[in-house]
């Protein structure tokens, strides 16, 4: 059977790649930046512009009604965030938009495609590095075409470990986060570190950079893409609490084996967040 997918995934590699050529050429100019959920939840013209150039290129290559949406800024304005078995881009155009704002050169283009509420393949432009991510299901994982694999480190004493502290800077949240960070620091590990955007940070596991990524607070756009190259690269994915990886619950562990994931879930405190798929509650 003609392979349905394989010009939808290298037509989504092109339109990441447009799009992070975009988001440098915004960069090299003043940006304007506005809040979204809070303070520190930033938002700039360049995520709504890159987000509707994404959308207009898909919908005029695949035709109007016969994909559907989710995209990071189309949400954030009101656009219901729910994952049918409908063929669905799911979409962040700036991840990193912390970073994009200050200059930090991390940021990056997350595309993913899921159908039957699978994901079927996922692309990670890293735009300021110029390092093109993707993994189709069932067929690898690459950066800039060429094959990236996890690490295959199963001492937790000799990994680093990524982790990010997100947007909510409640006292209780803040607390949980950093206590979290000390276990895991003091187990000990080699290091922690965190690049700002949970895409790169997926990849960085990807190609064996690090040896976990686990963020409570993330959504379905963050990681959606990272998810599928992680696991072609031979890395898994589960839920914070260890049950199964739920893309809309909008936390997650990421790492390149069982070992390394169980012994950072039982350091890690939980604490409550609202699905993406959430009903929203009219205000
Ligand atoms: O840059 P965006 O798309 O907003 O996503 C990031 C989020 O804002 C941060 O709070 C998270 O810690 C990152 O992991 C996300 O990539
Ligand atoms: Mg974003």
Redo the contacts with the bound molecule.
């Keep these: 059977m003609a392979d349905q997918w394989q010009e939808a995934y290298d037509f989504a590699v092109q339109v990441a790649r447009a799009a992070g050529a975009v988001i440098r050429k915004a960069g090299e100019e003043e940006i304007k930046v506005q809040t979204k959920s809070c303070t520190v ?2 938002v700039t013209k360049t ?1 709504e512009r890159v987000e509707k150039i994404i959308i207009g290129s898909l919908k005029e290559q695949f035709g109007e009604g016969t994909h559907s949406f989710i995209g ?1 800024e189309s949400v954030s304005k009101g656009q219901p965030c729910i994952l049918t078995d409908k063929p669905t881009w799911i979409i ?1 155009p ?6 994009f704002v200050h200059g930090f050169p991390f940021v990056a283009v997350s595309i993913a495609f899921a159908v039957n509420k699978e994901i079927e393949f996922g692309v990670v432009y890293s735009c300021m590095e110029d390092k093109m991510y993707k993994a189709r299901k069932g067929q690898g994982a690459f950066c800039d075409d060429e094959p990236i694999q996890v690490s295959d480190v199963k001492d937790i004493h000799k990994s680093i470990i990524i982790c ?4 909510d800077r409640s006292p209780e949240t803040v607390q949980k986060i950093f206590s979290t960070q000390k276990k895991i620091l003091c187990i000990p590990v080699h290091g922690l570190r ?1 690049s ?4 790169t ?1 997926m990849c960085l596991v990807a190609c064996g950079a690090v040896e976990a990524f686990f ?1 409570i ?3 379905c ?2 990681i959606a893409a990272g998810a599928v190259i992680v696991r072609e690269a031979g890395g898994l994915l589960l839920d914070v609490d260890g049950g199964p990886f739920d893309v809309m619950s909008r936390r997650m562990v990421s790492g390149n084996n069982m070992v390394i994931v169980n012994r950072i879930i039982k350091e890690i405190e939980i604490f409550d967040t609202v699905r993406d798929d959430a009903p929203i509650v009219k205000k």
Excluded at 94 to 99: A, L, P
Excluded at 164 to 167: A, I, L, W, Y
């Design positions: 939840d930033l995520d990071e962040d700036v991840d990193g938009t912390t970073n990010e502290h997100g947007t965190g700002g955007t949970a895409a940070n963020e607070g993330i959504h756009w963050d």
